[in-house]
């Protein structure tokens, strides 16, 4: 699973706990490669099948699955289909690819695509679903409101986060050494929505000030603005790129940074958040509801609203210097902090509340 997305990944686990705790589930993986991502802990079996993008074509295929499957719940990761629940079957929407709270950042044709698509579901829902047929999982708390707002709070919906491997790194923690340079990290896809222009931004800034000897920049990830990253890490010599990471690598970048900067709008439910949280990094992310789930402000990092954003990250990373190069010791134990109020956020915690969703449901 060391390549998979935190969605693909998250349906996988949510999959193999139901399966764990006895029930009977069949998972269909639209992936088209056989054993894709799976690793030693994921026993559930899954059947590989190739959806069309054509909504009736996929209508089509899906119903015949249904009917040779025989499910009491169907469980999807998106509107992939609104005649799902017209099967007879319980259906809970996932709504991972629904990024509501990216709206007002979108670009006029594509709200105007956006909102037709929205009266649509709308309309349709009133006509053809039950009422007690249909359930939606929400991430976060704009998608929660949006799904009450477009179907008139008439189908239940439910706010579960994603599940979060939690590896116990307090003993590390404790000894890690101070590095030589305040350590920054961005780890993340290299796009505009990610925020990386912003990141790019505060390296200007902060090197700007002639304080290069003082801090560390930690690029991570692949994207529309890799050629960005390459020329940051050519021009400064306080940049380091890295182009991918295994889960491993990952672990370990967490762990000997100092910081956490990732200015995202475009997340849904920021897993790597709550990684580089776990591994006890302050974050310092941006004032919307997918990051006010994961972030306690001033406890576990900042949230910032969408003014002045570079600046106020050169603020927040300022503060968070003058901490670690004053008095590590005081450093070293928020971090540990850090790391134990995010553990709330840990599989072993999110994976109950997700059974017990589905349970409630079942029962209704």
């Not at 809970?92 to 006029?108: C, D, Q, T």
């Not at 003993?171 to 990290?185: A, C, G, T, V, Y």
Request: some cysteine; glycine content about 6%.
């Amino acid at each position: 699973m060391s390549e998979w997305k935190g969605t693909q990944r998250a349906i996988f686990e949510f999959a193999n706990y139901l399966h764990d705790l006895g029930f009977q589930v069949t998972l269909l993986e639209n992936s088209g490669k056989s054993g894709y991502g799976l690793n030693s802990d994921i026993t559930v079996p899954f059947k590989n099948i190739s959806l069309s993008f054509n909504r009736f074509e996929t209508t089509k295929i899906l119903r015949n699955i249904i009917r040779m499957e025989k499910p009491d719940l169907i469980y999807t990761a998106n509107i992939i289909s609104p005649f799902i629940p017209t099967f007879g079957v319980r259906t809970v929407f996932g709504m991972h690819s629904l990024n509501a709270s990216a709206i007002p950042f979108m670009k006029l044709s594509a709200k105007i695509k956006f909102y037709f698509a929205q009266i649509f579901l709308s309309a349709f829902s009133l006509i053809f679903w039950k009422r007690k047929a249909v359930m939606f999982h929400a991430e976060n708390t704009d998608q929660l409101n949006w799904v009450r707002k477009i179907y008139f709070n008439r189908f239940k919906a439910s706010l579960v986060g994603l599940p979060v491997e939690c590896i116990n790194d307090r003993d590390r923690l404790k000894q890690n050494p101070k590095n030589e340079k305040f350590s920054i990290l961005f780890f993340g896809a290299l796009d505009k929505e990610r925020g990386f222009g912003f990141f790019l931004r505060t390296i200007d800034s902060i090197n700007s000030n002639k304080n290069i000897a003082d801090f560390q920049f930690v690029i991570v990830g692949n994207g529309t603005m890799k050629s960005f990253a390459q020329e940051a890490q050519q021009h400064y010599g306080n940049v380091k790129y890295i182009v991918r990471a295994s889960e491993e690598e990952k672990n370990e970048i967490m762990i000997h940074s100092d910081l956490f900067v990732f200015p995202s709008w475009i997340e849904n439910y920021s897993v790597t958040t709550v990684e580089a949280q776990l591994r006890g990094l302050p974050a310092i992310v941006l004032d919307y509801a997918p990051l006010r789930n994961i972030v306690e402000n001033g406890k576990t990092g900042f949230l910032l609203d969408g003014i002045n954003i570079v600046e106020k990250i050169v603020e927040k990373i300022n503060f968070y210097y003058q901490i670690w190069n004053n008095n590590y010791e005081l450093y070293a134990q928020m971090r540990l902090n850090i790391s134990d109020q995010t553990t709330r956020l840990c599989k072993n915690r999110i994976l109950p509340d997700f059974y017990k969703m589905l349970l409630g449901f079942s029962l209704l």
